[in-house]
């Protein structure tokens, strides 16, 4: 079994590493929290100017062919600094729907979601379903011979900056993915600050009309592409959970050697070699389950969706482990909000709550067995 | 926290004069103890007070002051004497905080909120009737006071309420995983109060809260902070959305169950609960040391 990288991929990481040590340390972070859009257009013209946003879109419409492996790499890194701009919202998954859909246009969206010039995000979530996607309440209906859209999609992310929507809603029935322009006339949008300090919005979609040209996928063919769509996502938080795992454990190691009580660093204490022993293994044990569910993907193994579950709840238990003891053991300056670790602590938690939570990836590996 | 030591060590001109504004709240206190290189060891504290004449001079900062925004007065352990052993030199003061050269800077913390603070000192004076106690016996004080707040910290009743509510709010899912959960939360926070009620039947018969006072403040942090991941857990995605379009004060809120954004901020503030009034990790020392001998 070969594990190691290829040198292509090996490039990649240093390139990532090495904007993020320039562009992204903590108060660079923090500007961007603090600026309207929430990302910062600058390194979102640098990403395509790197290439980044062409990694996983085939040659034939621009891409680099490039497949999981990349896309963990970059995702890693990005953990690591705590990356906030919207890759996973609009190359991840609107490029991974659009590139496999029948949408007469997709070269030329994907080429402006790679030029940078496009954001687009995914609408799944709805208010009253939790995690069951496919019972969501927004449906097409045909009042006077328009094909309309209505209902209320949440949580979508970077909504405030999109400029299309693939929205999943129900058409004659069946799970349908329908594009839409943020601008379109019966669309409002109201964004919110994430608990991360990135960004997402609810969309109220009150007789918009649509074309059946924007109705994308529809029946099994949209639920298989958007569970495709899951599963890489899945895999690409999980693969920036990692990178954060590694980034709390050396910070919190880093840290323990530089304070002093009892005259003495505080890495000298056995509970607490311990306790930052524990957060290694679970990040060790964390990216063994990435590599895995990676693997499986790359090679349309049949066995990809249960491994995902189980990566998601280690992610999850492994998160919440390293994310908490690093913070207490920061002491206090665990709790500040002007010390990055505390960060990490929270984008786990979002990382968690998005996609199915542990618990509720627990019962679809259960299930599925 | 500051009313027994007062009530227990205080001269009957200190109890006359403290007591019944903390009874009646007229008077809010803060706590002076952590300092920035002085946490878990507490006693190596260096902010230093100096009698000259009818008062001392105050000179250092403390830390993590939690509600110092709003307190009338701090209690402070100080450093009256450079002694030996780093405990005999401690003092322990009340500070009225209005006092000159008094200032308050907020720190926030990861739920984005402003409970704590530092509090810097430049040449505050404070009459030294405002002494408890002895000169340099202060250490002895703030343990026994640590040991009272570690009542206080076990938070009994709240988790209690704050269980009930969580069953309430989430009654209609049915959700067996979650269920089960909160049962196992119940079923420790039934042997964490009835540690509690036998510490207190101890101290009705005449004892004090010894070191067993930290099996409450480890296990009641413990309790709280999965119950705080309850909450999130229940909540699910819908905690993503943390601040409506105008900050905290929108009246827009985003969708799913009410209680979920307030969670997420309730389980990021809960975290300092293993690390304030001695990390849990100082207090398993404490009893490794004072009960098992080891």
């Avoid at chain 1, 609009?90 to 496999?100: A, F, H, L, P």
Wanted: include cysteine; charged fraction near 20%; proline fraction near 3%.
């Amino acid at each position: 079994m070969n594990l190691n990288y290829s040198d292509e991929q090996n490039m990649l990481r240093e390139q990532v590493l090495k904007f993020c040590e320039t562009n992204y340390d903590f108060i660079d972070r923090e500007k961007i929290l603090e600026s309207d859009s929430g990302f910062s257009k600058d390194n979102w013209q640098q990403f395509a100017e790197l290439g980044w946003l062409a990694v996983p879109f085939k040659e034939e419409n621009g891409g680099f062919n490039f497949g999981p492996v990349e896309l963990t790499v970059l995702f890693e890194e990005f953990g690591k600094a705590l990356v906030v701009e919207p890759y996973l919202s609009s190359v991840v998954m609107s490029g991974t729907i659009i590139e496999n859909s029948n949408h007469k246009n997709k070269s030329s969206i994907i080429e402006k979601i790679i030029s940078g010039e496009h954001q687009i995000s995914v609408a799944y979530a709805e208010p009253n379903i939790g995690y069951k996607f496919f019972d969501c309440y927004a449906s097409t209906s045909v009042n006077n011979n328009i094909l309309s859209l209505n209902g209320t999609k949440s949580l979508v992310l970077n909504a405030g900056n999109a400029s299309q929507f693939i929205v999943l809603a129900k058409h004659d029935g069946l799970s349908a993915l329908i594009m839409i322009d943020a601008e379109v006339d019966g669309l409002s949008i109201q964004s919110f600050k994430t608990i991360d300090g990135q960004t997402c919005g609810e969309l109220t979609f009150e007789n918009v009309s649509i074309d059946t040209d924007s109705i994308i996928a529809s029946g099994v063919d949209a639920e298989a592409l958007f569970n495709k769509m899951m599963d890489l996502s899945i895999l690409c938080i999980s693969a920036e959970a990692v990178g954060a795992m590694n980034a709390s454990y050396m910070k919190t190691v880093q840290y323990t050697k530089e304070r002093e009580q009892f005259s003495q660093p505080i890495s000298n204490f056995q509970v607490l070699q311990h306790r930052m022993v524990d957060m290694f293994i679970e990040t060790e044990l964390t990216k063994s389950l990435l590599i895995k569910a990676t693997l499986q993907l790359d090679s349309n193994d049949p066995n990809a969706e249960n491994t995902i579950s189980a990566l998601k709840v280690q992610v999850g238990k492994a998160g919440r482990l390293i994310g908490q003891n690093a913070v207490q053991l920061h002491g206090g300056m665990g709790v500040s909000n002007e010390m990055s670790i505390g960060h990490y602590l929270k984008r786990f938690t979002a990382i968690d709550s998005m996609f199915g939570n542990t618990q509720y990836h627990i019962n679809k590996y259960q299930t599925n067995q | 926290m500051v009313g027994p030591v007062i009530y227990t060590f205080g001269t009957q001109e200190q109890k006359d004069r403290f007591l019944p504004d903390i009874l009646n709240f007229d008077t809010w206190w803060c706590q002076g103890y952590s300092e920035p290189g002085s946490g878990s060891d507490l006693a190596s504290l260096k902010t230093k007070a100096v009698l000259d004449g009818d008062q001392y001079i105050v000179n250092g900062s403390k830390t993590w002051t939690t509600l110092a925004q709003n307190a009338d007065w701090i209690f402070c352990l100080v450093r009256t004497e450079t002694t030996q052993k780093k405990q005999e030199g401690i003092s322990f003061l009340l500070i009225d905080m209005n006092t000159p050269g008094i200032e308050v800077k907020p720190i926030i913390t990861i739920d984005g909120d402003h409970e704590v603070n530092s509090v810097f000192f430049t040449d505050v004076k404070v009459p030294a009737d405002q002494l408890i106690g002895e000169e340099g016996k202060g250490w002895t004080y703030a343990k026994f006071l640590l040991a009272h707040e570690r009542f206080g910290i076990a938070g009994v009743p709240v988790v209690k309420v704050q269980i009930d509510r969580l069953k309430n709010l989430t009654a209609e899912y049915n959700d067996a995983d979650l269920n089960r959960k909160i049962a196992e939360l119940e079923i420790d926070l039934e042997a964490l109060e009835f540690t509690e009620l036998r510490t207190l039947a101890a101290i009705a018969e005449g004892g004090h809260p010894g070191a067993e006072s930290s099996i409450l403040k480890i296990r009641g942090t413990e309790i709280q902070q999965r119950l705080t991941e309850l909450y999130v857990e229940a909540a699910g995605q819908y905690i993503l959305p943390y601040e409506g379009p105008d900050g905290f004060e929108s009246n827009r809120t985003p969708s799913g169950p009410e209680y979920a954004s307030p969670s997420v901020a309730q389980y990021l503030n809960y975290r300092k609960t293993s690390i304030y009034g001695g990390s849990n990790e100082i207090q398993k020392n404490i009893i490794a040391k004072a009960i098992l001998g080891v």
